[in-house]
Structure formats: C-alpha cells, structure tokens
C-alpha cells in the first residue's frame, strides 16, 4: 500500500512563498503521475498542478507563474513551490500520486493533507 505524507503547511504573509512535499512509501515500481489539489471552506476541491512521467506539467490559472511542481525521483518526493502567495490560495492542499506498485498493481494514493493560510 503506497501512502503519501505531507509537510511545510503553514501561516504566511501576502506575498510570502511556502514550499509544501510529499513523500511516498511503500512499494512503488513507476510513478506515472504527481498532482496537488487544495479544497478552501465551502467550495470543491480544485486541481491546482500536475506532473507527468514525461515531464509535463500542468497548472490552474490561477496559481501558473508562481507555483511549481517538481519532483525528486531518488526520494519518492514531490514538492509544491508556492511564491507571491495571495490571501485567495488559503485551503488545505492535498498530494495525490499514482502509478504501479512493486506488485504490479494500480495505485492513486492521497495526503492527508496540509493547511496553507495566507494573511493580507
């Protein structure tokens, strides 16, 4: 069973940066994909940057040109790079990771989330 922990949450000023990770454990063969997600008070939980296995990345309006995906492959670890932070980017933000276990079965595995709040 592959498990995603979290870290680097936190309270931060308007314009400040924060960078959030993710580590995985527990049998993983190939990661194909790296995602985080972030759910404010009373609303959806929204897609805020993808990493691909080829590299690619994706990001929401909202957050392109100031937040960055990346990864460490040797440590399983992927990371969230959030600069000009805006008092709109308060929510938890949750790592989400799926691929192929050493089994040779599908996982999508979740954190357990982290709070980033932004002050004005």
């Known amino acids: 069973q592959v498990q995603l922990v979290e870290s680097g949450g936190g309270l931060v000023q308007a314009g400040g940066s924060l960078r959030l990770s993710c580590a995985a454990s527990?049998?993983?063969?190939?990661?194909?994909?790296m995602a985080w997600y972030r759910q404010a008070p009373e609303k959806e939980r929204e897609l805020v940057a993808t990493l691909f296995e080829s590299g690619n990345t994706n990001y929401a309006g909202s957050v392109k040109g100031r937040f960055t995906i990346s990864r460490d492959n040797a440590k399983s670890t992927m990371y969230l790079q959030m600069n000009s932070l805006k008092p709109e980017d308060t929510a938890v933000y949750y790592c989400?990771?799926?691929?192929?276990?050493?089994?040779?079965?599908?996982?999508?595995?979740w954190g357990q989330g982290t709070q980033v709040t932004v002050s004005s």
């Open positions: 527990g049998g993983i063969f190939k990661i194909n994909y």
């Open positions: 989400n990771m799926g691929g192929i276990t050493t089994a040779f079965t599908a996982f999508d595995s």
